[in-house]
């Protein structure tokens, strides 16, 4: 139960218009002159909260001040505005709000992707490299073969696929499952094996992997002594290490010639805008 001496501070910031407030929740203000307290104000009652709620900074600390990131930004605000710095400079250059950027951009910045030794199709040579961070358990990696496979048929000179290992840890074998599609490529199966994995998503288990193995044609006691080898992990893991390192939260995520792609895969909205970056239009 509330105290009234709180209930009444609650009550009062309740009540009070974010555009003309001058007592924030969980912001310190104190060492600002009446001068720059007000322009800091200005700035927090224009500047959108990156949080994802469409409130401005002030706004969202006084209808919800269990936001965090509104309080941090608020308070990083003011600390700028103590050490004599640009406020508005100051929340634009700020994590949070980057990251808010990022949301709504289709693709984002290229970064260096290691492609050496992961399986691949298409011409070497393609102008458009495709990179796949997948999961042979996920559904909706599942979905998303069909959408890769008809980019890949409508630009056959022009697009490569690389697929690179992402197993969740919600999904019980699908580190196995990847192990497996390694140790086939390399005998050369990896297509096939990925097609197979993907086809009995439900019943990867190792039983399953070493018929479907069987079947595929492979060298078996090669099969066996790569699918647990620490080269094939070392593989496995490099990939997760490397989606970490550049952004991939979940599967399948796709990048583009290095730029991540954040829109939907079916063929209507992903086909043009691997013909936007062929033009360069």
């Known amino acids: 139960m509330l105290r009234p001496g709180i209930f009444f501070f ?4 309740a009540a009070q218009d974010w555009k003309t407030a001058t007592v924030l929740p969980g912001v310190d203000f104190a060492g600002l002159a009446p001068a720059g307290k ?16 469409p409130m401005q900074i002030a706004q969202c600390r006084v209808e919800d001040p269990a936001c965090g990131t509104s309080r941090a930004l608020a308070n990083d605000a003011v600390a700028a505005a103590r050490a004599g710095k640009d406020v508005r400079k100051t929340l634009e250059a700020a994590p949070q709000m980057k990251a808010a950027a990022n949301r709504n951009r289709l693709l984002l910045d290229p970064v260096a992707i290691r492609l050496d030794g992961a399986p691949s199709r298409g011409p070497q040579n393609a102008r458009i490299t495709l990179v796949e961070f997948s ?25 490569r696929l690389i697929y690179k290992h992402f197993p969740l840890d919600s999904h019980g074998h699908a580190r196995l ?13 990896f297509w096939p094996m990925h097609d197979r994995l993907y086809q009995q998503a439900r019943q990867i288990n190792r039983m399953n992997i070493l018929n479907w193995a069987k079947d595929l044609g492979l060298d078996m006691p ?19 290490a490397e989606g970490d390192r550049i952004g991939v939260q979940g599967t399948p995520t796709v990048f ?18 691997i013909t936007k970056e062929l033009t360069g239009r």
Do not use: W
Request: proline fraction near 8%.
């Open 135 to 159: 999961d042979f358990q996920c559904p909706y990696c599942i979905k998303a073969i069909s959408h890769l496979e008809a980019a890949l048929k409508a630009f056959p000179q022009d697009v």
């Open 177 to 189: 499952a990847a192990q497996a599609s390694l140790a086939a490529h390399q005998q050369g199966k």
């Open 256 to 273: 583009i010639n290095g730029k991540k792609y954040q829109g939907p895969l079916d063929p209507e909205a992903f086909l043009p805008v």
């Open 222 to 240: 090669r099969f066996v002594a790569a699918l647990d080898s620490p080269p094939v992990k070392a593989q496995m893991e490099g990939d997760i």
């Open 38 to 53: 007000a322009e800091l104000l200005k700035v927090l009652r224009t500047t959108s909260c990156p949080c994802g709620c």
């Open 10 to 13: 609650a009550t009062l910031l």
